[in-house]
């Protein structure tokens, strides 16, 4: 089977898909952005698994380019897969972690059994990667780990909430 990617503009907590990521922090018990978002329209039952995980397997928070599920909630999907990117830093190139976060969120859909799983642009906000650059880690990460799990997914939908960042990711998937 073919995996599509696709690209829409808009609200990533809208999206009718099996596995919605979120750009989380590693705490998992929310902030803004993204995050904000899924917990305000997913309600308390993401929060609630959340603080369980917390508990019981990342005391110490989940690190940076690591991936877990919880429940969607009210969300029209069936799990959210968060993720914690990278703070950007001009010092230090942690595209690496970017990249890991694409990759985890993908081995955590497929271990669930996620068909259809939608990005946002993960580290582009409040942690401030510029968008280009994130755009062409997102789809070259996307475009190698659904080369080697040519099964295990129908699409992928990179959603983005505005015109710049929808631009970057037509470029990133313009080139090869
Ligand atoms: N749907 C789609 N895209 C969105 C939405 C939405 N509802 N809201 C924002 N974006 P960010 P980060 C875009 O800041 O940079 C949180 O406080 C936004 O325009 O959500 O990884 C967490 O708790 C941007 O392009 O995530 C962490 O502390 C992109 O999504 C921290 O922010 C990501 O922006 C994570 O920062």
Request: hydrophobic share 40%.
């Amino acid at each position: 089977m073919h995996t599509r990617l696709t690209l829409t503009q808009g609200d990533i907590t809208q999206q009718t898909v099996d596995a919605v990521v979120n750009a989380a922090n590693s705490s998992l018990l929310g902030g803004g952005g993204v995050d904000g978002a899924i917990h305000r329209r997913g309600g308390p039952e993401i929060l609630a698994e959340c603080r369980a995980l917390r508990a019981s397997r990342y005391g110490r928070g989940l690190p940076t380019g690591q991936a877990v599920a919880t429940t969607a909630g009210r969300l029209p999907a069936r799990w959210v897969i968060h993720t914690v990117g990278p703070v950007h830093s001009a010092t230090e190139d942690r595209s690496d972690l970017l990249a890991s976060c694409y990759a985890q969120a993908l081995r955590t859909a497929a271990e669930l059994g996620a068909r259809t799983v939608a990005f946002p642009a993960i580290s582009t906000g409040v942690y401030r990667w510029p968008i280009a650059d994130a755009a062409r880690t997102a789809v070259a990460t996307v475009r190698a780990t659904v080369a080697t799990t040519p099964e295990a997914f129908d699409e992928i939908r990179f959603v983005v909430f505005d015109d710049r960042s929808h631009a970057a990711y037509q470029t990133a998937l313009a080139e090869h």
